[in-house]
């Protein structure tokens, strides 16, 4: 658990970066110095890929504690976990409704109520939560139908990821499915996870060349544009697989990186409040002259926010 949670969270602080660069940019900042232009390329680089082990790793948890409890745990899934992460994200939209009309910004009724399911934004980030909720109900819905099966049920959440994958391919940008599949990548490696090791272990140099290469392939081979989200799995289930075999020998032990993987959630669902707050009190000047100020600022805000989340999280017993 540990380990999962130092991974989970040098890639929610890759999350909050991205996000800051992004708002440095519509600020007007311009990326001239040799540092500033290493974090975009790093930024472009990932790109997608610094969200995967989320929903991997989500993927994971929610198929340990069905192993661990079975039919007890799906029968509270969609109160406890579904029900209460929708909640939990629908106090953060209000929070950022009431910002916006603070500011100036007045979003529709439709926007907002869109908001509330994830579907659209009022300036949160929103895609990512839509997703999980989603591969949630896959979950649900494929271990319900097959409850004494778990190869079905298995089967059922992969062949549920694949339809979604191709209704958000009509009604949304590629970066809403163009990872889903890690989820179900997840529920496989958790069910198998003692065959997988053992054969990762057996073979390790042969899979971490074989993960490069797929890695690498997908990365650099130039597809149709109209494949690029259904292709961007493809390497984001390598990747996945990669950072399962580097965790085999690398140990990672970072405090502070552990929390903030334990509070990825809240870091994830707040972090551009403090940026919304601060970038308007300041004024795009202030914040271009004085950028990394700017982030520490948001990244400090965001903690605090992350900290004090315990005491208005929604929790079903």
Request: proline residues 3%; charged residues 10%; glycine residues 6%.
């Amino acid at each position: 658990m540990e380990q999962c949670n130092a991974i989970k969270g040098f890639f929610i602080m890759m999350v909050f970066i991205s996000h800051a660069l992004l708002d440095l940019g519509k600020a007007g900042f311009v990326f001239s110095c040799h540092l500033d232009s290493f974090g975009m390329q790093i930024r472009s680089f990932f790109g997608q890929l610094i969200v995967v082990m989320f929903l991997f790793y989500s993927g994971f948890g929610v198929m340990e504690s069905y192993n661990k409890k079975g039919q007890d745990y799906l029968r509270g899934f969609p109160r406890k976990r579904i029900l209460a992460t929708l909640l939990n994200f629908d106090i953060a939209v209000l929070l950022f409704v009431i910002v916006d009309l603070v500011i100036g910004i007045r979003p529709t009724l439709k926007q907002v109520l869109f908001s509330l399911i994830a579907w659209d934004s009022v300036g949160n980030s929103n895609w990512y939560i839509f997703v999980v909720l989603l591969c949630y109900v896959f979950f649900y819905l494929g271990f319900r139908l097959f409850p004494n099966h778990r190869v079905k049920g298995l089967l059922m959440v992969l062949f549920a990821a694949f339809v979604g994958m191709i209704v958000l391919f009509f009604s949304k940008q590629s970066w809403w499915y163009d990872t889903i599949l890690c989820f179900p990548a997840g529920l496989v490696y958790s069910n198998y996870k003692e065959k997988i090791n053992g054969f990762f272990k057996k073979n390790y140099i042969v899979m971490l060349v074989a993960s490069l290469g797929i890695f690498f392939a997908f990365q650099f081979i130039n597809f149709p544009s109209i494949l690029h989200g259904f292709t961007h799995n493809f390497k984001s289930v390598a990747f996945c697989c990669l950072i399962v075999l580097l965790t085999m020998k690398i140990k990672t032990g970072n405090a502070v990186l552990q929390w903030l993987g334990n509070k990825l959630f809240p870091i994830y669902i707040y972090q551009r409040l403090p940026m919304i707050i601060i970038a308007k009190t300041c004024g795009n000047e202030l914040v271009c002259a004085f950028p990394y100020v700017f982030i520490i600022a948001c990244f400090v805000v965001t903690c605090i926010l992350a900290w004090g989340y315990k005491y208005w999280q929604v929790k079903f017993v």
